[in-house]
């Protein structure tokens, strides 16, 4: 199984990015997909999650409004849509699938090598 991450890079604060993430060696119509972010020296944490057939997503609070989690089950790909974007943003951006539903990194089988996400002041 690969997840490959892209689309990240420097913004400037109120800019907007969109992350993609290809997987491959996976169904991917299968699998909840997620985004999770690690900034230096903090944990992993969850960002956002789509079911297999798009009807549930949920997003951590801190980017509700601001970020669109979306798939595309015939390219195999999960997209984060992000708007509005803070300099408390910057991280390494990191998808990730599970056969289960869940918001905390334990709940994931597999994971990417991460996009970094920088936003400057």
């Known amino acids: 199984v690969q997840l490959q991450e892209s689309g990240g890079g420097l913004v400037q604060a109120g800019g907007s990015l969109r992350l993609s993430c290809a997987a491959s060696g996976l169904t991917f119509s299968m699998y909840v997909m997620g985004w999770f972010r690690q900034a230096p020296g903090k944990e992993r944490e969850f960002v956002a999650t789509i079911s297999q057939t798009f009807t549930t997503r949920y997003y951590e609070d801190s980017v509700k409004g601001r970020f669109t989690i979306s798939r595309d089950n015939a390219k195999n790909t999960v997209y984060l849509q992000m708007y509005n974007l803070k300099p408390d943003d910057t991280a390494v951006y990191f998808c990730?699938?599970?056969?289960?539903?869940?918001?905390?990194?334990?709940?994931?089988?597999?994971w990417g090598q991460g996009t970094l996400v920088t936003v400057s002041s």
């Open positions: 990730a699938a599970t056969t289960r539903w869940g918001t905390v990194v334990t709940a994931y089988d597999y």
